[in-house]
Each structure stands twice: as C-alpha cells, then as structure tokens.
C-alpha cells in the first residue's frame, strides 16, 4: 500500500473490532527464545511490525509459522546471538531481543539502534541496567557486544520508566541466578501481559502493571499456548476517529482500564462515551470542545502513540488546545500534514526532550495531497482526511500496515470512502 485516497466529511456508524496488541505481541516473540520447545500465540495480529520481528528471528535460526491469528514458535534450532543493523533499523523493538538472547546463551551481539522518525531513542538505560546484572558489554564497530560468565540477579532502579529497559530486563532475569528487583518500572499493560506470558512457561514474576517488578530467576522454560491482550492503541485510534468524524460507534474488544487517559479527554471534549466489559462505545453528535492542556506521559498517563491522532481531532475543535509532548521530541511531524488540510497549528520547542503544539480550532479541513511520516503519523492523517471535506491523498501510507491490520475494511465498514492503491 502506497497511496490512500480518502472523500472524507461523513459521520461513522457501525462496529469496529480490535485485534492484538502489537506493543504486547513484540516483547512476547523474544521471550520465546527463553525455551527451546513450541510456543502458541493466539490473537497475533496480521501486522508488518510481527513480519519483520519474525524475519530477524529466522535469521536468528528461529522457525515460525501463522494459522489465521495464531503463531507457533519454536526456537530450538536458534543458530546465532547476532541481530545486525539492518535489522534493529527495521523494527527498533528488535532491541528486546537483546535481554531474552543474553538470558538464554550469555552473549548476544546487537548493532547501535539509529535514531527514527520521532526521535533519537537511545538505550542507554538498558545497557546500565544489564550491566548491574553481570553483563559486560563493549562497543565496537558500531555494535554492542554482549557476555556474561554468570547473569546475576540484582535490585535495579530505572532513571525512568522506560517500556523497552522493563522489558530487557524482564527477559535478562528471568534466567538469571536469583532475584531482581525493577523499582521505577514501566506500568504499561503490556508489561503485565510479558509477566503473564513468562509465568505460563513456568516463570515466577510479580508485580508487572505496579512500579516494582520482582523476577526469581529459572534455569528452564517449557511450552505454552497464550493470547494476546487488545490493542488499546489501536482501539484508542478508532474512539478518537468517531471523535472526529462524528457519529456512533461500537468499538468491540477494547478494554477500559487500558485507555483512561483517553476516555477523559473525549469525555472533557463532550463526546459521549460508554463502557461496557469488553467493548467501548464512542458517540459524537455536536463540535468538540478545546482541550486547554493535555501532555503524554508513561502509562497511565496519555500516550504518546495516541498524540497525533488527539491533535488530528482538536484541529476542529470549538477553540484552542495545548498539548505538551514529554517521550519523544520529535513527534509533531503530523503536525505538517495537517496544516496543508487547512489546520492551524504552531509547533514551540521547549526543551531537547519536550515541546508543544498549539492548536487552533477551524471550521473546516479540506481535502489536499499529504505525506506519511511514521506509524502513528498515519493514523491521525486518516483520521484527518476522514474528517477533511472533499478528496485527500495520503502518500507513503505504507507506514500504517506496521500497526493496524485491515485498517481500510474496518474503516469502510463504518461508512469510511477510503481506498488504497
Ligand atoms: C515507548 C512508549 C510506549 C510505547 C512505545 C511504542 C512511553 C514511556 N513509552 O516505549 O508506551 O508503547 O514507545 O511507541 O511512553 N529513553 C532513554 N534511554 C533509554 C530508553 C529510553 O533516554 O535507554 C527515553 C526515550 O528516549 C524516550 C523515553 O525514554 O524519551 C521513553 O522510552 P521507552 O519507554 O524506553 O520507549 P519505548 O520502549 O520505545
């Protein structure tokens, strides 16, 4: 997929079903390497992200095959600990394979991650955090090399709550010899959903979802079967698409207590939202009210995958909204697109990590030829040219595929004009 043209100004009405989450899926393909018997993981999303992750674990020697939505893993045949740079430049969520390889053979060799679309991402906190655990680690020829004689384990304090560190270490000391303890841990639900998965193959870790991880190390892992928990971006993605086209919307398979912060904006915004076990309804039927300010914060703040979509939103809104972006500092780049549809948006950078987008409600968006930047980028330029009267193309679409799995038939099943070519 290339291209996406899309005539927008029409409200959505109808279901929308969410699939698995992609953020979950990722961190739980590397710790399968923590056992070299089969693994089934059900509820895998038909995503490009899952594509690439299993592409470098065949090259790691790993054998993998899909049924529909489930994916059996086997990762006895694993012939080599290295993951190069075109690989880790290809899914920057590579790098938690780091942690699972040095549990599982002591030495893993991982090339220097670039910077991406939406900001530099380094991993020093990860590199600190495994060295507490015995692990030396050198550069050289722009790769990180990695070996333990013994992986230990040990009471680690994370600068931040990173996602990625939680995750490595998770999966470094869950073969290391005795506990670790994460303080300052990330609280993502997909954190939690890693501790269910290791626990299923015979782990023992608690905590996961509260700042304080605790891991007892294991020698062995063995076979499980697991599924994966929904996609709360991807359902957040379509709440704020209903936000913004208008309509009524029953978004199935999307969990509450993963989307708060969300569930708070709209409401702040006067859409109606319900809640309902597993499934969320999103009605919008006047204009939205301006959010004064919101910024993104670790789970269970608002999320930076959720932020270009809101400013997508708020570009409508009866007034002027502030959002601050605290995880990454280049994450406005919609922001662009979204001003050639007739938005107005100033972007102020405030600090090397933060900055803000002040946006200035407008009757109307109107149709234009935009560009893709990045995953989530594309999401809000849907949702835009949804909202946008007249025709949008939006080019380099391609990104979208990495997140959102049959995005063009879940929006044309609502009433969406969208094609893709
Ligand atoms: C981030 C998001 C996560 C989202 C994921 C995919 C947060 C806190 N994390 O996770 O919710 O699912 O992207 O889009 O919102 N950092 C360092 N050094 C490190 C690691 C991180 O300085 O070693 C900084 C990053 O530059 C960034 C922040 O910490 O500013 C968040 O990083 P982290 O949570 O590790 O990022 P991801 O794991 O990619």
Redesign the pocket.
Known sequence: METLTINGGMPLYGELNVGGSK?AVLPILAACILTDEEVVIHNAPDISDIDDMLYIMSDLGIKSRRENDTLIINCSGMTSYEISDEHVGKI??SVVLMGAVIARFHTARLAQPGGCDI?????????SALRQMGVNITYEDQCWNCSAEKLSGSNITLP??????T?NVILAASMASGQTIIRNA?K?P?IEALQTFINLMGGQISGAGTDTVTITGKSKYHACEYTVIPDR?VAGTYMLMTCGTGGDVLIRNALHEHNRALTECISAMGAHISADGNSIRVRKTRRLNPIEFTQ?A??PGF???LQPQLMAVLTLANGTSVIREN??ENRFKAAYSLCALGAQINIQVIDS?TSLAVIRGVDILKGAQIYGTDLRCNAALIIAGLQAHGTTVLHRAHFIERGYENIVNAIKSVGGDITAS
């Open positions: 953020n920057r969520s900001g530099a991402r380094p991993i020093d906190i990860h590199l931040f709550p990173s996602v990625g560190a995750e990330a993502e997909e971006i993104t670790p789970f999320p930076t995958d995880i990454y990590q």
